[in-house]
């Protein structure tokens, strides 16, 4: 990327009522203002105002529109930007961006305002991830761990925790230069204490991403079990929609229907899958086969019974962090029985809410709600990990009495890690990873 040209770019989707073009870099405002006719020449007017009159080229009005102006450094770019409201035919916006084109100002690339608003000093790294988490976000919960992170607390966090250990390092950085004299400056035992609360702490953001990264993604909830005990008539009961094939016939489904439904303001994912049994049909065994990669993939698992066989185990090992729901269904037919799982009748819906209600209770969003820091990047996590396997390294160095030299390097390994969630410490290839997948317009 180029960072001293003047780009643009359409901010909002195409076809909608009215539509938003930006434009940044030194020299925007006067390109802008060369295409223009309102009651005030652009140049002369100050920063956040809002100016109307028309896009005009070669003598030829394109569309009547609002100028917003941004000068620098109080911009989102930090640099002097423009925003162009206009009409949302997209005959207008991209003639519109043609005439920007035409007079000196090229393409934005994916992400290029967030990147220029993240070198600029506006937003660090992790903010401007945030604000691609922002627009794909699908639920309320994703939008709040978006708008969380988005707003800089996570940013603070981190930076505190990366203070605490630069304050270590740096005391024993100190003691390194009187090394000859063979002087401890740090108690190793106050050492101890302070890089084991910032282990906690680091740990906790770590683990968090369990369930930050189910959010972000959805959680995915497993309808499994034996042929023809209701999988798919539940899946239709739960969305209230007939979205999978329903059948007497044993085995009707034979390969895996993804619906999602947003529950209380969380996105569920719920994969019906073909019934596990012993079969000779090939078909069959790759239904099955898939039915149990599936599981593998589950956060929670609506293992589906009926009366009828109701002790019947799951042919799936359960990981730690998966939870199983049983299901009885078809009480209208065997009988009401509660005393094992959540009986239903997914034919006639008795049971449901209940069902949904116990799917929703299994995730815990009060950290969430309450605003506290939540991860939900891969990226994140395994910087996370790498300073907290260097922190730890540290607390085992002082507990075996390793010199301060390979005390200090695990100190320094762990700021580093930290360091690239928030874009202290980066390369050219991370962020250009990082902004390819942005859209054009941020």
């Known amino acids: 990327m180029e960072m001293s040209d003047i780009i643009v770019a359409p901010a909002t989707p195409s076809q909608g009522a009215l539509a938003i073009i930006r434009v940044s870099g030194c020299g925007s405002i006067a390109l802008v203002g060369s295409i223009f006719e309102g009651k005030r020449r652009l140049s002369d007017v100050s920063s956040h105002t809002l100016h109307h009159g028309i896009i005009k080229f070669d003598n030829e009005i394109i569309d009547e529109v609002v100028i917003s102006i941004f000068r620098a450094p109080n911009s989102f770019t930090g640099e002097d930007s423009v925003e162009i409201s206009c009409h949302g035919s997209l005959v207008i916006m991209n003639r519109i961006i043609e005439v920007i084109l035409l007079r000196g100002a090229r393409m934005a690339d994916h992400g290029e305002f967030s990147k220029r608003a993240f070198l600029a000093g506006k937003i660090d790294l992790s903010q401007a991830e945030a604000i691609a988490d922002m627009i794909s976000s699908s639920s309320k919960l994703s939008h709040r761990m978006a708008l969380t992170q988005m707003r800089g607390g996570y940013s603070k966090e981190i930076s505190n925790l990366r203070e605490q250990l630069l304050s270590v390092m740096s005391m024993l950085e100190l003691e390194l230069d009187f090394s ?237 890690s930290l360091g690239e969630i928030t874009g202290e410490i980066t390369n050219e290839d991370i962020l250009q990873n990082i902004f390819s997948h942005f859209c054009i317009g941020k």
């Open 180 to 416: 000859e004299e063979d002087v401890e400056f740090v108690n190793r035992q106050e050492l101890m204490q302070k890089l084991s609360a910032v282990y906690d702490r680091t740990s906790h953001l770590r683990d968090s991403f369990r369930v930050g990264n189910v959010i972000k993604r959805g959680v995915v909830v497993t309808i499994a079990g034996s042929p023809n005990v209701g999988k798919s008539t539940l899946l239709n009961a739960i969305l209230e929609d007939d979205r999978a094939l329903v059948s007497s016939v044993a085995g009707t489904t034979r390969d895996t229907v993804e619906e999602t439904k947003n529950i209380d303001g969380i996105l569920f994912r719920f994969i019906d899958t073909a019934g596990l049994h012993e079969s000779g049909d090939e078909v069959e065994a790759l239904g099955m086969k898939r039915s149990l990669d599936t599981l593998v993939k589950s956060d929670i698992i609506l293992h589906v019974v009926t009366k009828q066989n109701i002790d019947e185990e799951l042919p799936y090992k359960l990981k730690p962090h998966q939870k199983k729901i049983l299901v009885i269904n078809k009480c209208d037919i065997f009988g009401f029985d509660s005393t094992k799982g959540i009986a239903v009748s997914a034919k006639g819906g008795l049971g449901i809410d209940k069902l949904i209600s116990t799917i929703r209770s299994q995730i815990d969003d009060t950290s969430i709600m309450a605003g506290e820091s939540v991860v939900s990047s891969m990226r994140h996590f395994n910087a996370f990990k790498d300073a907290c396997l260097a922190i730890q390294s540290a607390i085992d160095g002082i507990s075996n009495k390793e010199q301060t030299v390979l005390l200090a390097e695990h100190l320094r390994q762990s700021i580093l």
